[in-house]
């Protein structure tokens, strides 16, 4: 067994994982399984196994990952992961509640974590203005240039997610 240690929501957790093979034959368990079974976080859920539904997503030094396939074996050393359970009444999960976004709440692990992702790349940037609902839209089917990735809601309550992204996002950039 090989053993990761990363920043996990701001502490540093280590944990073995399995893992065969070296160099390009290498393979090791997926982010996904580590996190939730050996570091008790249940944000990061499991959706569709293919990286398309988002129920997955953690951020992973920023950046949005799909843990259900991603191999830890290619997560960096010291890496700083971030997952639904370490954000604490972040202005995302309060406007998801306020606006009830989530019917079954399945895709809410994806929507909040990357939609954070977004947001906090729109502000390292400079770009304070709150989205528009069509660029929200857009950010969440994948459409934008900046993100190719998309995220699914089941239960078909768009329209509330919509209104939380812009709601949190307005709370996010006063």
């Not at 570091?39 to 953690?58: E, I, K």
């Not at 999960?93 to 790349?121: I, P």
């Not at 940037?125 to 709150?130: C, F, I, L, Q």
Request: aromatic share 6%; hydrophobic share 35%.
């Amino acid at each position: 067994m090989a053993e990761r240690t990363i920043r996990l929501n701001g502490k540093q957790v280590s944990s073995p994982y399995w893992s065969v093979g070296t160099g390009e034959g290498q393979a090791s368990e997926q982010l996904l399984y580590w996190l939730r079974e050996r570091h008790g976080q249940h944000g990061p859920r499991f959706g569709c196994g293919v990286s398309q539904c988002g129920a997955c997503t953690v951020l992973v030094d920023g950046s949005p990952v799909r843990s259900c396939t991603r191999q830890l074996h290619t997560v960096p050393d010291h890496a700083e992961v971030r997952t639904l359970d370490g954000l604490r009444a972040h202005p995302l999960q309060r406007a998801f509640v306020e606006v009830q976004a989530g019917q079954c709440a399945f895709c809410v692990n994806g929507m909040v974590m990357g939609v954070l992702s977004w947001l906090e790349t729109r502000i390292a940037s400079g770009n304070r203005a709150v989205p528009s609902d069509d660029e929200i839209k857009d950010f969440l089917s994948g459409a934008l240039p900046e993100s190719d990735d998309n995220y699914i809601c089941r239960c078909g309550t768009h329209v509330r997610i919509v209104r939380a992204v812009s709601l949190a996002a307005k709370e996010m950039l006063r």
